[in-house]
């Protein structure tokens, strides 16, 4: 077995213990640490899923899976965060309301905090007006990212949009979408400025709305 799949095999078993010595051992023989996230977390979490949605595994399962994830990420970061030191603008990052869904989402922040950005992450759950609030308390800030996971937080996704719209922020901040069931369709619809369909293309995305 490669390094690679035995952390996808830590990433699904849920051994959030092991993760970060595989990850680190996985670095030091010379792996690609995008290859790392991608095919030995980000496919992991897939095959979690798709095991979730077949009743072979349940959330327990689903949340050890996502703890480890978690872990792995976390040794992983210094690898993939670029230089950060200038500042290219905030970016407010949220959860949009009943969803609690967050390693995407902290992904993202990672790749556009990376990308050079100042983010402000406002967790998971997040209710529309939170969003509002903080893009008045940081009239500064240029992009707002919403992440949905769940097809039944789509609405809540879409009321944040207009949310933000009816307060009139519209002219300050930019609007942009992502999270498994959202697509460009979806975006286009509920008035979002852009949807991007993985963290890497978020943060290229960023990067081009405030250029
Ligand atoms: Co949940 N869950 N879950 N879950 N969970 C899904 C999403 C599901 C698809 C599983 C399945 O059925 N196959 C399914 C949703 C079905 C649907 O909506 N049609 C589901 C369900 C049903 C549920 C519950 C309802 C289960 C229950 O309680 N019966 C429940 C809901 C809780 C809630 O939110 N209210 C629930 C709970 C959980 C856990 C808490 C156990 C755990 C989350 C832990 C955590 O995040 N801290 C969990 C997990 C781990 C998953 C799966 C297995 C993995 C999600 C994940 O982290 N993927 C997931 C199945 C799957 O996705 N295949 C599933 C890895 C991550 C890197 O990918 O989040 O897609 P992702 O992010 C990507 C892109 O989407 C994109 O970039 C990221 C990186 O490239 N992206 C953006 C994300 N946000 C973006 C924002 C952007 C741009 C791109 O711009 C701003």
């Known amino acids: 077995m490669s390094k690679i799949e035995e952390i996808a095999a830590a990433v699904e078993a849920g051994k959030a213990k092991i993760i970060g010595g595989l990850v680190e051992d996985a670095i030091k023989e010379g792996c690609d640490p995008l290859e790392i996230l991608n095919k030995g977390m980000i496919d992991a979490m897939g095959v979690v899923g798709e095991k979730f949605r077949n009743n072979e595994i349940f959330v327990p399962e689903m949340l050890v899976a996502a703890r480890a ?19 290219i603008g905030k970016y407010i990052i949220g959860t949009v309301a009943g969803d609690l869904h967050d390693i995407g989402k902290n992904l993202v922040a990672m790749m556009i905090e990376s990308a050079g950005f100042e ?11 939170k969003f509002v609030e903080a893009i008045k308390a940081n009239p ?12 039944t937080t789509m609405p809540a996704m879409k009321e944040a949009v207009a949310a933000i719209i009816d307060a009139g922020l519209k002219s300050q901040v930019k609007i942009m979408v992502g999270g498994a069931p959202i697509t460009q ?10 949807y991007t369909p993985d963290a890497a293309s978020a943060a290229q995305k960023a990067k081009e709305l405030v250029a």
């Open 69 to 87: 994830m978690k872990k792995g990420v976390e040794v992983l970061k210094p690898h993939l965060a670029g230089d950060s030191s200038a500042t």
């Open 119 to 129: 983010v402000i992450d406002l967790g998971v759950d997040v209710p529309a007006e």
């Open 140 to 151: 500064d800030c240029k992009i707002v990212g919403l992440s949905a996971l769940l097809t």
């Open 185 to 194: 369709e979806f975006a286009d619809e509920i008035g979002a400025d852009a």
